[in-house]
């Protein structure tokens, strides 16, 4: 597949961390998918939590297979996920690179268990390299809320630097972009 990022074939080869497999889904990850979409921590920032009984229904055998999407793996399980989504401008507002606004958005969820080890940003650090030698010189975007203060240490952990907050959603959102494009903004 080489829509989602231009010449980029998906998926890549699995990366590899210290701790960490980060890898295409598979269907033995389908319940750490409902756990994860089900989950009310989770869910705090990210408009809550969906129903279980609607997520077995919805949810496919093989959830989350397409490009952008890794699996965080520890140990062979699943305890997150990584996406790499691109973006087009919609409409009129903030929380856009340029005015084309044709930018990719990282985005990431884990298991609560699995939150304060320092997963999130050994994940994202290495997608981050990954998308780096793929896309020499193309930006990231990461936007969240200012009240998540866990995802805030870490865009800033990552090196994303803040372009503009603005209110959506009832919420104060930040807005920011890795690496600096700030002389081109």
Request: overall charge negative; hydrophobic content about 45%.
């Given at each position: 597949m080489t829509d989602f990022l231009g010449p980029?074939?998906?998926?890549?080869?699995?990366?590899?961390?210290?701790r960490l497999?980060?890898?295409?889904?598979?269907?033995?990850?389908?319940?750490a998918f409902l756990e994860l979409f089900a989950s009310p921590e989770v869910g705090t920032y990210i408009g809550g939590s969906r129903p279980r009984d609607e997520l077995e229904r919805a949810v496919p055998e093989?959830?989350?297979r397409r490009p952008g999407l890794f699996v965080?793996?520890?140990?062979?399980a699943m305890i997150g996920m990584i996406t790499l989504d691109r973006r087009r401008r919609e409409r009129e507002g903030p929380g856009h690179v340029s005015p084309e606004a044709g930018e990719t958005e990282l985005g990431y969820l884990f298991l609560p268990r699995a939150?304060?080890?320092?997963y999130a940003a050994e994940a994202c650090a290495a997608v981050l390299d990954w998308f780096a030698d793929a896309l020499p010189g193309e930006p990231v975007v990461l936007t969240t809320q200012t009240a998540?203060?866990?995802?805030?240490?870490?865009?800033?952990?990552?090196?994303?630097s803040e372009l503009e907050r603005f209110e959506e959603y009832g919420a104060e959102q930040?807005?920011?972009v890795w690496p600096s494009v700030e002389s081109s903004v």
């Open positions: 980029v074939a998906w998926p890549p080869a699995p990366l590899r961390t210290e497999v980060l890898r295409e889904s598979e269907a033995e990850d389908r319940a093989v959830p989350g965080v793996d520890l140990a062979g939150w304060g080890c320092g998540n203060d866990r995802a805030m240490r870490l865009a800033a952990k990552l090196g994303f930040w807005f920011g």
